[in-house]
């Protein structure tokens, strides 16, 4: 039995880094066989945009009983908002399960500290250009118009702790994740998945697409230009590592600020 030479990768970790070199497209090192493509695309991710609509709908008309938002109860605000997005991440995940090789291989999901440090560079960037863009954004379109749909949410709607906190970690940590899978996990698997002529232009058309559809998608027309400039530094996480843990920090690191000033007016600590 021979062992591997010094300094020679083994079982596809980079000694220097800790990263994982399987790209996700291939089985890891040592195990000589190639995973085989995924069996599913944009309709798959067609089908998650159906059921994140379904389910807020149906959430919505189920927890409202025809009372306005402002005069929701805090648990029916936190099940609105956490419910039908975490339902769609799920779907995404049984889809790549039934109609491919798992979100591990499909999505290029793995860890690798390498990709965190992308992420949290990437996401670092992202918080100033989203704090420039809110400055400016608000100046553009007055105070009153320049908050988020949750912002806006929870607004004069006192919580308790556990309710805030429940909040503030959704929207740090687990909404960022749900998200990543779906835009760009999914929709990037299906977007690189077509011919663009090279490995290269795929990625890219892949990051052009999920980054557009990602600001569109929170169907609020009046900020989609802030959310492109929010989009454009996750989006670059997940395009330099080729994998989708840079793309989870880099958001989950953009949404940190935002998060804590939710958490805050919450409790009540500061006003919008």
């Given at each position: 039995m021979t062992s591997p030479?010094?300094?020679?990768?083994?079982?596809?970790?980079?000694?220097?880094?800790?990263?994982?070199?399987?790209?996700?497209?291939?089985?890891?090192?040592?195990?000589?066989?190639?995973?085989?493509?995924?069996?599913?695309?944009?309709?798959?991710?067609?089908?998650?945009?159906?059921?994140?609509?379904?389910?807020?709908a149906l959430v919505g008309a189920v927890i409202s009983r025809g009372e306005t938002a402002e005069s929701l109860p805090v648990r029916d605000v936190l099940i609105g908002t956490m419910a039908p997005t975490v339902i769609a991440a799920l779907t995404a995940l049984v889809i790549t399960k039934v109609r491919g090789?798992?979100?591990?291989?499909?999505?290029r999901l793995s860890w690798s500290w390498a990709d965190v440090k992308v992420?949290?560079?990437?996401?670092?960037?992202g918080l100033v250009c989203t704090m420039v863009g809110v400055f400016v954004w608000t100046k553009a379109v007055?105070?009153?118009?320049?908050?988020?749909?949750?912002?806006?949410?929870?607004?004069?709607?006192?919580?308790?702790?556990?309710?805030?906190?429940?909040?503030?970690?959704?929207?740090?940590?687990?909404?960022?994740?749900?998200e990543e899978i779906i835009y760009r996990g999914l929709l990037w698997g299906a977007a690189e998945r077509l011919e663009w002529g090279s490995e290269k232009w795929g990625r890219f058309a892949a990051f052009l697409?999920?980054?557009?559809?990602?600001?569109?998608?929170?169907?609020?027309?009046?900020?989609?230009?802030?959310?492109?400039?929010?989009?454009?530094?996750?989006?670059?996480?997940?395009?330099?590592?080729?994998?989708l843990l840079g793309s989870i920090v880099a958001h989950q690191v953009n949404n940190f600020l935002p998060a804590l000033a939710i958490l805050l007016t919450a409790l009540g600590v500061v006003s919008y």
């Open positions: 030479n010094a300094g020679e990768p083994v079982s596809g970790i980079d000694p220097a880094t800790g990263a994982s070199q399987w790209d996700g497209r291939e089985e890891p090192a040592g195990s000589g066989t190639a995973a085989p493509p995924h069996r599913w695309g944009f309709g798959a991710f067609l089908l998650v945009e159906v059921v994140l609509l379904a389910s807020a090789n798992g979100p591990f291989i499909d999505l992420g949290l560079k990437f996401g670092a960037l007055g105070e009153e118009n320049g908050t988020s749909a949750i912002s806006a949410l929870v607004a004069n709607k006192p919580m308790s702790v556990s309710a805030a906190v429940a909040m503030f970690l959704y929207l740090w940590l687990l909404g960022p994740i749900c697409l999920s980054t557009a559809i990602f600001a569109v998608s929170h169907l609020e027309p009046l900020r989609t230009t802030l959310l492109l400039v929010i989009a454009v530094p996750i989006g670059l996480a997940r395009l330099v590592t080729g994998r």
